[in-house]
């Protein structure tokens, strides 16, 4: 297993599962940028602490079921699924909250991430936005 293997499992154990967001972001270089669907890029430690706080801190009881992990050279590709029960208020990128449904979700996602010097400096985290919203019951 090399570097970015190591650190993706990482991150998925200290976030997802074991919900320490502090340790998590540990995993980042400073300068790290986080791209996502839903609030595009991220950058800085501090930014990213805020983002993964809003999942975790909303699903509380989140874990993660790996479908592939894939490695190359200085990249991690994680494919699976973000489970939670949706018990906590989610601040969306827009500024809005999206207050405590108590819906589960099992929504499908894909990771990639690229290391250098023992760092994450870019993270891909894709999923479905209304696939996400459809689960919480907040379209139709």
């Not at 993660?64 to 494919?79: F, G, L, Q």
Request: glycine share 8%; with cysteine.
């Amino acid at each position: 297993m090399g570097r970015a293997r190591d650190l993706m499992d990482k991150l998925t154990d200290t976030a997802i599962e074991g919900h320490d967001i502090d340790a998590a972001v540990d995993l980042y270089d400073d300068n790290a940028v986080l791209s996502t669907p839903d609030a595009g890029e991220i950058k800085g430690r501090r930014q990213i602490s805020q983002y993964w706080h809003q999942f975790i801190d909303g699903f509380p009881d989140s874990h993660y079921e790996p479908i592939s992990k894939i490695e190359s050279d200085n990249k991690a590709v994680d494919e699976g699924y973000f489970i939670g029960t949706h018990t906590g208020p989610i601040k969306m990128p827009s500024g809005e909250t999206i207050k405590a449904t108590g819906k589960k979700v099992k929504l499908r996602s894909c990771d990639v991430a690229t290391v250098s010097d023992g760092k994450i400096t870019e993270h891909h985290l894709y999923f479905d936005e209304a696939e996400f919203m459809n689960q919480l019951g907040l379209t139709r």
